[in-house]
């Protein structure tokens, strides 16, 4: 998977830094991408990367403000022109679905694939043979969500030299040993599965947290994931601001992932108060933990190959 920061900023657009949305590459593991939040303008960045709207299976929307949706109806629409046909499932807080509806049935928006829109409740909000996807509530001023990306543990590699000197034959009976299943040979032999396949794989954890005061929740969410994404609106000299407008520091975000035993962390939702020169200092207030800490910029993007995160 690969994670690509579309927007990074918080609140409003400024020249460094667009309103917030992610992409979580899915490409290699479902053919399809899912989006985390849509600021305005978003669908404008995305114009800057390789990523297909039609390819956008979900977006999950962490909560109503205008700096995480106000992209999405232009962007629901350019899917439709550029040829998306296929299902789009939005997942966010109640009042979603109103908007959208009145917004696209306003501006006689069409679009020629089906929408589903599902306002969530906490826990479990998608799960299929591949991934769980969990939400949460956080603290912000309005209600706002935080998700939890869970892959599942990985089919084991097929050791194709060992089924090789076992005599399977190429074809279904390959198939089937990856599968778990024992075959039995033409030959009347039995070869079991856990002979010709190595160990299962975990699979990955992301949290991908919205609008936030440091809280527990946030804690539960980002429990040993490789990478837990936190806004970083404030910087230590700034926190009563971040309390009273329902947002962390850059420090907040680093003792959840230190509580959490999360691998990596990721900052985002910048403050533009911060400009480019004033980046250095926010990562000296968090030089001393121990895990890497990025803080991210409009069209950064990261790969995460078993726990390992590193900027591309
Ligand atoms: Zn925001
Ligand atoms: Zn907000």
Redesign the pocket.
């Known amino acids: 998977m690969q994670i690509l920061f579309l927007g990074t900023g918080a ?1 409003m657009p400024s020249k460094q830094r667009n309103t917030s949305s992610m992409i979580l590459k899915l490409l290699e593991e479902r053919g399809s991408n899912w989006m985390f939040d849509c600021g305005e303008a978003t669908q404008h960045q995305i114009l800057r990367t390789t990523v297909k709207p039609r390819k956008i299976e979900k977006i999950f929307i ?2 109503l ?1 205008g ?2 949706i106000y992209g999405l109806p232009g962007l629901l629409g350019s899917r439709s022109f550029l040829g998306g046909d296929e299902l789009l499932t939005i997942y966010g807080p109640k009042g979603i679905k109103d908007w959208l509806e009145v917004t696209l049935i306003t501006s006689q928006t069409h679009l020629k694939y089906p929408l589903k829109i599902i306002e969530i409740e906490e826990g479990i909000i998608f799960e299929d043979e591949q991934f769980i996807v969990e939400a949460r509530l956080l603290e ?3 209600p ?1 969500f935080g998700y939890r990306v869970t892959q599942k543990q990985l089919a084991p590699e097929l050791l194709i030299e060992k089924a090789d000197a076992l005599g399977v034959p190429r074809g279904p009976l390959l198939r089937l040993l990856k599968s778990g299943q024992d075959v039995e040979l033409p030959n009347g032999n039995v070869v079991r599965s856990s002979e010709v396949t190595g160990e299962p794989k975990e699979g990955f954890k992301l949290a991908v947290l ?2 936030t005061r440091y809280c527990e929740n946030s804690i539960l969410l980002a429990k040993e994931s490789d990478v837990l994404i936190h806004e970083g609106t404030f910087d230590t000299g700034t926190e009563e601001l971040a309390r009273e407008y ?2 962390s520091t850059i420090v907040d975000a680093a003792n959840v992932c230190e509580k959490a035993g999360a691998k990596n962390l990721i900052v985002n939702h910048i403050s533009a108060r911060f400009m480019p020169e004033d980046i250095k200092n926010l990562a000296v207030q968090v030089s001393e933990y121990n895990f890497p800490i990025y803080i991210a910029d409009d069209f950064n993007e990261f790969s995460c190959i078993n726990g390992k995160l590193d900027r591309i």
């Open positions: 609140g962490t909560h403000h700096d995480h912000h001023v309005v706002c919205g609008d329902g947002h």
